[in-house]
T-cell receptor, first 117, second 114 residues
Framework: AQKITQTQPGMFVQEKEAVTLDCTYDTSDQSYGLFWYKQPSSGEMIFLIYQGSYDEQNATEGRYSLNFQKARKSANLVISASQLGDSAMYFCAMRELIKAAGNKLTFGGGTRVLVKP | DTEVTQTPKHLVMGMTNKKSLKCEQHMGHRAMYWYKQKAKKPPELMFV???????INESVPSRFSPECPNSSLLNLHLHALQPEDSALYLC?????????????FGPGTRLTVT
């Protein structure tokens, strides 16, 4: 069974600084995908970034980058130049492809980030 | 358009009521999902529909009944719920059968069972 672990329940970060959110995973699959989602207090889950297990380069999307270390089974999210609007809960998730059924996501416990002005 | 809409935003219902949650997307996605999220917990998958057919039921109690009338709509019918069913219910959609396809989530329905 797949397992996602986020060891940081909460973090403070100063505005304009970078922050790294940890995510480790466990799977026996050779092909898998890792996602990061942001959930503000409003409740909506916002997709941030994706990394495939066969992708050789680390994924980047604007201020978000994923530090993918396959041998260590880690997929840490780096947010550069933090903004007040980055205050939210962040979830790491692993995708299990169920043939034609779509993606079954297993989520980590989440990390709450609070950006201080 | 990457929007998934959900109605209602908030719902309060008694244990004997029957209500429905609605979800709609117009991205041409053929996989749709229901998740349940308790406070301070990650979302937990409930159901997956693929090409309008139920493909995954994560052992959800029968008081939750999903329905997919067409490729754009997903409903969750609620009957005889318990107070512990109070949670945020999230709908999501994605391409079906695609390895890298992210799921797009709606804003959720906050359900309170009294």
């Amino acid at each position: 069974a797949q397992k996602i672990t986020q060891t940081q329940p909460g973090m403070f970060v100063q505005e304009k600084e970078a922050v790294t959110l940890d995510c480790t995973y466990d799977t026996s699959d050779q092909s898998y995908g890792l996602f990061w989602y942001k959930q503000p207090s409003s409740g909506e889950m916002i997709f941030l970034i994706y990394q495939g297990s066969y992708d050789e380069q680390n994924a980047t999307e604007g201020r978000y980058s994923l530090n993918f270390q396959k041998a260590r089974k880690s997929a840490n999210l780096v947010i550069s130049a933090s903004q007040l609007g980055d205050s939210a809960m962040y979830f790491c998730a692993m995708r299990e492809l169920i043939k034609a059924a779509g993606n079954k996501l297993t989520f980590g416990g989440g990390t709450r980030v609070l950006v201080k002005p | 358009d990457t929007e998934v809409t959900q109605t209602p935003k908030h719902l309060v219902m008694g244990m004997t009521n029957k209500k429905s949650l609605k979800c709609e997307q117009h991205m041409g996605h053929r996989a749709m999902y229901w998740y349940k999220q308790k406070a301070k917990k990650p979302p937990e998958l409930m159901f997956v529909y693929s090409y309008e057919k139920l493909s995954i039921n994560e052992s959800v109690p029968s008081r939750f009944s999903p329905e997919c009338p067409n490729s754009s709509l997903l409903n969750l019918h609620l009957h005889a719920l318990q107070p512990e069913d109070s949670a945020l219910y999230l709908c999501a959609s994605s391409q079906a059968g695609s390895r890298g396809s992210e799921q797009y989530f709606g804003p959720g329905t906050r359900l309170t069972v009294t």
